[in-house]
Nanobody, 123 residues
Framework: QVQLVESGGGLVQAGGSLRLACAAS????????MGWFRQAPGKEREYLGR????????YYSDSVKGRFTISRDNAKNTVYLQINSLKPEDTAIYYC????????????????WGQGTQVTVSS
């Protein structure tokens, strides 16, 4: 059974930092990359970036480049999202997801999703 579990969300003041984690379990060998997305109330799910399992190559949306960093620990089957200089507009539910397709930025190309972790940034 494949499972993705996010953690690390919470309430933080603007300017602060958070590190989200996404622990994967189950049959992950076919996964090419792990992506991070977020969804704010009333908005569509937004692609943030992804990391490839094999090489650790990272790709970011222009909207978060420079403030968000994705990393992985293959031994723990865990992917991380470091968010710095948090802003109130970063408030959203953050999701990780897996894909078997290269270059994936569209949510529908990701097959497995975690339950999400809430990040709330106060001004």
């Amino acid at each position: 059974q494949v499972q993705l579990v996010e953690s690390g969300g919470g309430l933080v003041q603007a300017g602060g930092s958070l590190r989200l984690a996404c622990a994967a379990s189950g049959r992950t060998s076919s996964w090419l990359a792990m992506g991070w997305f977020r969804q704010a109330p009333g908005k569509e799910r937004e692609y943030l970036g992804r990391i490839t399992w094999m090489t650790g190559s990272t790709y970011y949306s222009d909207s978060v480049k420079g403030r968000f960093t994705i990393s992985r620990d293959n031994a723990k089957n865990t992917v991380y999202l470091q968010i710095n200089s948090l802003k109130p507009e970063d408030t959203a539910i953050y999701y990780c997801a897996s894909t078997t397709r290269s270059g994936s930025i569209e949510p529908h190309l990701y097959g497995y999703w975690g339950q999400g972790t809430q990040v709330t940034v106060s001004s």
